[in-house]
């Protein structure tokens, strides 16, 4: 029996009535401005009404009814991926379950559209159930930890971002059709959808009523409930499929709906609601509203101003600040292992790790003189070909030494494995800085403008984040959930302003890719020249870095000023952030990347894996922007998609040896 508290005494609780109560009056302000037939006609036959009644019966209430299911769903089925794998950050955002439905119909629709012309749920559930198939099957050795499961659903959750964003460069005009469906739309011609849509989720639903008892007992432990007879596997394996059928099916008729699942299931744990069943219908019921709320004023605000938005990016502009303040809130215990519960880097030092410095050589070399022309590959001795490739290559592997130096930082001051740039948003928000001064200034890119502009906005991300999480010592998924919430609703507002067809975001589309195509020498060799002036002055701070990384408390014992100290790191991190940001667009994986490879080789203290870090960093770019030159020849794939395909992939097989 659910335990009866006041109303009120939890804010989730009082957020959910006021959605209740928002979602019901802007569903009657509409229904009372479209309406102004007598009301038992909004049920009557449909040859039987005017034009104007017709439009509110097939569309507006059927777009409110999607909504309601759509959200209830992703919700619900968030609820459920929590429960099973124990884990509070698990949704089909952060298990890459929306992700791959999406992929699946974008490579569908391009390559075989014949695919979708009998629906498109086969194709979603296909794409969602393989990548939610890869993040289990990467996490399986350690057991699905919480934070290994997490890690490898961000991991292929950018990997499968960057096969989309290959596929939207080389056939724009076949893909956009589907990436601007894929921003999320609730609209609606009929009932067809929504109906269709009930009746999944009630099998669903139907199917679930099956595994509860089993889900219960399991909710002790997996030892308990296998004595106990429950079949473990089985049960988690049917679950996680219902989940990824769920999630599927919404992607697959509405597109992508941003924060809706994550947001009301962190909702629904902070109302206080015990049991599954009960968590799952008060999930249901939250995810619905906060969607249908969010579409209705879509809805209103398209009637009063003539602009029209895709629901998914602003329902994750709603849920990211929601679960932001969600998570302010929350009670600071931690719910599940920290970093240190995971694998520490060799006490003896690797032979490549001694060898690394001498790979940029070989790897400089071959960025300058080898590449694919008309005539196949050969080599280069032209100066005049070198002057126009030295400048890339000083730029991408300048920016490779900032991202991972800045991925160290933040690795030792939030003790957390999985932080860097991409993951804590602080990229995100960089270049939603920079295109808010395009956007909205006027200003064009490298001005002055753009650069502050980029700059305030990466240290407004991070320090963000630290002040959110300043009352719960850093906790690792607390600082994650924290970054995904910001990048989420950064992206939210770089894809809002990309679907309203501005041409300044079509020139923005490469830059936001991670090309270094644009370079000159002179702004080569400042990058180069500013990471390593970065580098030296963050090397005097490893003493600082390696007491932090133990405990705030032993780092004031020892004489630091934390606040002094944390507030230097921030300062430091968001200025490379922002620099390698800025300069070639927000390059994914180099600041997860290099200082996991440096630690694995056995660089255990902060300047080791400081040095280190940054020339596996550079050595990563400076790779991914040559092989991005030659792969396709003569088309191009960015530096940042480049080292997300080549980085993702070697940074799987490593989550699946640890």
Known sequence: MLKQTDFFRRPARALMAALAALALVSGLWILKLQWVWPWPLLFAAPDTLPLGALAVQQNTLPRMAMALLAGGGLAAAAMLMQQVLRNPLAADSTLAVAGGAQLALLAAGVFFPALLLHGTFAVAFAGAAAALSAVLALSARREMMPVTVVLAGLVVSLYLGSVSGIITLFYSEEARAVMQWGSGSLVQDSWHDSLGLLWRLAAAAAALSLLLKPLNIMSLSDDQAAALGVPVKAVRTAALALAAFVCATVVGMVGMMGFVGLAAAAAVRQAGVRTLPARLWASFAAGGLMLL??????????????????????????????????????????????????????????????????????????????????????????????????????????????????????????????????????????????????????????????????????????????????????????????????????????????????????????????????????????????????????????????????????????????????????????????????????????????????????????????????????????????????????????????????????????????
């Open 293 to 658: 709320a969010t579409d209705n004023a879509l809805v209103l605000l398209e009637h009063y101003y003539g602009i029209a938005l895709p629901a998914g990016a602003l329902a994750a502009l709603i849920g990211a600040p929601l679960l932001l303040w969600l998570m302010a809130r929350m009670p600071a215990r931690p719910a599940f292992q920290t970093a240190s519960g995971g694998k520490t880097a060799p006490l003896r030092a690797s032979p490549w790790l001694r060898y690394s410095p001498w790979l940029l050589l070989p790897a400089a070399a071959l960025a300058l003189l080898a590449g694919n022309g008309a005539n196949g590959w050969h080599i280069d001795t032209d100066p005049a070909v070198w002057a126009l490739r030295y400048p890339r290559l000083l730029l991408a592997a300048g920016c490779g030494i900032m991202l991972a130096t800045v991925g160290v930082l933040l690795q030792r001051l939030t003790q957390n494995p999985m932080a860097s740039p991409e993951l804590l948003g602080i990229s995100s928000a960089t270049a939603l800085g920079a295109m808010t001064a395009v956007m909205i200034f006027g200003t064009t890119s490298g001005s002055a403008l753009f650069w502050f502009a980029g700059g305030a906005a990466a240290l407004l991300a991070l320090g963000l984040m630290m002040w959110l999480n300043r009352k719960n010592g850093l906790q690792p998924e607390k600082v994650l959930l924290t970054g995904m919430a910001l990048a989420a609703l950064s992206d939210a507002a770089i894809r809002t302003w990309s679907a309203m067809g501005d041409y300044r975001t079509q020139q923005l589309l490469i830059w936001l890719s991670g090309s270094t195509y644009h370079t000159t020498p002179l702004l080569s060799l400042a990058v180069a020249a500013l990471a390593c002036l970065l580098l030296v002055a963050v090397l005097p701070l490893s003493k600082w870095l390696a007491l932090l990384s133990l405990d705030s408390v032993v780092a004031q014992s020892a004489g630091v000023n934390v606040k002094r100290a944390r507030l230097v790191l921030i300062l430091l991190s968001a200025l490379l952030t922002a620099a390698a940001t800025l300069t070639v667009g927000p390059l994914s994986f180099a600041g997860l990347l290099a200082p996991h490879l440096a630690a694995m080789l056995g660089a255990r203290l902060p300047k080791q894996q400081l040095l280190y870090g940054a020339l596996l960093g550079a050595l990563m770019m400076a790779l991914a922007d040559w092989l991005g030159r030659q792969l396709a020849f003569p088309y191009e794939i960015p530096a940042g998609l480049t080292a997300t395909l080549i980085g993702g992939a070697y940074f799987m097989v490593l989550v699946r040896k640890l």
